[in-house]
């Protein structure tokens, strides 16, 4: 029967691979030796070979006997360095950013991942994983090339105005760059901590923003798993949606909205309300009554009492289904009743699968509806981007 050898599993021997270099306690982080030496690990890089082979462009195949790996090394070897933890590192393929450029979303669903441009590192030694290529930008149309660089580090979602989001990984701080940045490679490491101490605990240490990423979900009680964005396929028509500013607020389950296209009676009832400014932003419910005369819409649950003027939204219900919990989005439409842009208002956590439906009542058309997919993102590259290439520096 033929093996068939995941890139976790790779992943997995490189990470071992690395450790052998220096041994350490898993609780105290210092290294494993002893006073014999029978403990310690030495590994050495070593040159050899004076004399050239038949055809140099060309040169015979290792082989695994003994005489070759042992005897015949140790007889041509002329210099060798040993070889530490400190000089060796994972590393993945270089990815500038660069303007102009189609970069592919990260999500969850794919076997090529790995031969995609979903990560880039910027001028300033950031890497960032792009989570959303097909927003809608700043001018109101669908993102497609990027034209404005991520910047900036922590743990939240960079929207740019080009309509792309972006999640910052980590830095490579400026000793790792003169190590093992070259035009073809960039290092990538996990972050640990031992004894509640990083390598480098100084605010905005390279160390430590990149720890706060990898731990940024579980220290918020979710763990991984997490629905941070929305992916769409298709966007459907003649979605009902509206977005615009209080013409009154009766309490905080009854508020009068501006209600431009809204004529008919109940036509946005089971869509969603969200409010986007004053006390009550970020909060919403789901319409129950709407009256297309008096632009009176009723919603619950209720809300912290909204006043006069607040911003709201108005679209179609985001119902996320999976094996998780807590999350929770929202959407609206454009012109032509597309789904034009969702929000996630909560990612939730533990999701391991995820579906999306978009609900709303019989007066609007059931015939085009859209295809969103959830993007189940983990809180730091995990093993959706280590793979096992090496960089030496000696």
Not at 98 to 123: H, I, K, P, R
Not at 144 to 155: A, F, R
Not at 360 to 388: E, K
């Amino acid at each position: 029967m033929a093996a068939l050898v995941t890139n976790k599993f790779r992943i997995h021997n490189a990470k071992q691979f690395i450790e052998a270099f220096d041994e350490v306690s898993f609780t105290s982080g210092a290294a494993v030796t002893d006073s014999s030496g029978l403990l310690n690990s030495n590994m050495y890089l070593f040159i050899g070979k004076v004399t050239g082979w038949s055809d140099d462009a060309s040169p015979p195949s290792p082989t695994d006997s003994v005489a070759n790996t042992h005897y015949e090394n140790w007889r041509d070897m002329i210099a060798a360095k040993k070889i530490t933890s400190s000089d060796v590192s994972h590393a993945i393929p270089r990815k500038n950013w660069t303007n102009n450029t189609n970069y592919f979303a990260y999500t969850d669903n794919t076997n090529t991942l790995f031969s995609q441009d979903f990560y880039v590192m910027t001028g300033d030694y950031n890497v960032y994983k792009c989570l959303s290529n097909s927003d809608s930008n700043s001018t109101g149309t669908e993102a497609s090339t990027s034209t404005t660089k991520p910047t900036g580090t922590g743990s939240s979602i960079i929207s740019t105005a080009d309509g792309y989001k972006w999640k910052f990984m980590y830095q490579i701080p400026a000793s790792d760059a003169l190590k093992f940045v070259t035009p073809n490679y960039i290092p990538v490491d996990t972050v640990r901590r031992s004894n509640g101490y990083l390598a480098n605990t100084y605010d905005n240490a390279p160390g430590q923003v990149q720890f706060d990423v990898e731990t940024a979900t579980a220290a918020s009680g979710g763990g991984n798993g997490a629905i941070e964005v929305v992916h769409i396929t298709t966007r459907g028509l003649k979605y009902l949606s509206e977005t615009g500013n209080l013409s009154g607020v009766t309490n905080t389950t009854v508020v009068t909205i501006t209600g431009t296209s809204l004529s008919a009676d109940d036509c946005i009832v089971n869509n969603d309300i969200y409010f986007t400014s004053g006390d009550a932003s970020g909060e919403g419910g789901t319409i129950t009554d709407y009256n297309g005369t008096t632009k009176v819409v009723t919603f619950t649950p209720a809300v912290t009492a909204p006043s006069s003027t607040d911003g709201y939204a108005i679209g179609p219900k985001v119902v996320i289904s999976g094996d998780g919990q807590g999350a929770n989005a929202r959407c609206i439409a454009n012109s032509t009743g597309g789904i034009n842009a969702t929000a996630i208002i909560s990612g939730g956590n533990n999701y391991s699968n995820a579906s999306i439906t978009v609900i709303s009542n019989a007066s609007q058309s059931n015939s085009f509806n859209p295809s969103p997919t959830a993007v189940l993102t983990p809180s730091w590259f995990r093993c959706s981007s280590r793979v096992g290439w090496f960089l030496y520096s000696y």
